[in-house]
């Protein structure tokens, strides 16, 4: 199913982005994370 930001994004003027795209930006944080170790 695919979840309508509509509503989000008209009441709090939030821009949710893709799903892919956030997964994509949280395994290149864990990553860069990951080397700072």
Do not use: F, N
Not at 9 to 36: F, N, V
Request: proline share 3%; hydrophobic share 35%; glycine share 2%.
């Amino acid at each position: 199913s695919v979840l309508d930001k509509t509503k989000i994004k008209e009441t709090y003027g939030l821009e949710i982005p893709h799903w892919e795209e956030s997964l994509e930006r949280m395994i290149w944080d864990d990553c860069e994370a990951q080397l700072r170790i």
